[in-house]
C-alpha cells in the first residue's frame, strides 16, 4: 500500500515532473506492483507535495500506458511486462528508422553541430556515470532528428515513448554500466551516418543500440534483477522506497 512506502524524488524543473519521474521509474522496476492503487492524497503526503503535481503525474503515467483510471474507483498501477518492453523497443526502432528516411538532406550545419555538443555532453556525463542526465541527452540526440524528419504525427508519437525510454535508458545504465560505452560508440557512429545522409548505417546504429537496451531490461525483468535493483542504494535515492 502507498501509505507503508517512504518517496524521495529526483530533481527536475517541474514539481511533477520529480514526482513523475519517481513513479515511472518505481513503476517500471517493479517497486510499485501492478494492481497497486495510487491514491492522489496519500502520495501527495508522503512526497510532502500538494495534490496538484501528484494528479499531473498521475495523468501523465496514464498516457504513458503506465496507470489505468477506472470510474468510481480510481487509478491503479498497470505495470510493464517484458511484451511491453518489446513493443517500445520495436516501435522507437520502426520510428527513427523512418525519420531518417525523411531527415536525409534535411540535416543542416546547425543540426549536426547541436547532435555533436549532445554527444560529447554524453560523453562526460558517461565518464562521471551520471545516468539520469545521460538518458536526458541521449533522447535529445534523437529527438533532433526525429523532429528533422519534418513529420508532425510521427514526432507527437515518438515524444509518447519518451518518458518511458528514458526510465529504460537509466535502468540499463545502472544494471550493466560498461553499456555506458556502447551508448557513446553507438550514438558518435549514428551521427558519423547522418553527416554523410548514409540511410542504411544509420538505421543499423539504431536498431543495434536499441535492440542491445531491450535484451538487457528484459533479461533483468525475466530474472527479476529490477525488482533487487529497486531494493539498492540508487532506488533510496531516486525511487520509491
Known sequence: MIEDVQISMPPHNQLWESVLSSLRMAIITGKLASGTHLVEAALADKLHVSRGPVREALVRLEQEGLVVNYPYRGRFVAGLSADDIREIYSLRTLLESY?????????????????????????????????????????????????????GRLLQMWESLKGVSHALIVITANLQPSIVEVITQAHSGLLEALASDDVVAAKEEIKAYLSRGETLVVQAMEDRVMNEMANSQLAEDTLIV
Open 99 to 151: 525519420a531518417v528516411e525523411l531527415a536525409t538532406g534535411k540535416l543542416k550545419a546547425e543540426h549536426l553541430g547541436h547532435l555533436k555538443e549532445l554527444l560529447n555532453q554524453m560523453i562526460d556525463l558517461a565518464a562521471k556515470a551520471h545516468f539520469e542526465e545521460l538518458a536526458d541527452f541521449d533522447l535529445e540526440f534523437h529527438r533532433v532528428f526525429v523532429a528533422a524528419a519534418e513529420h
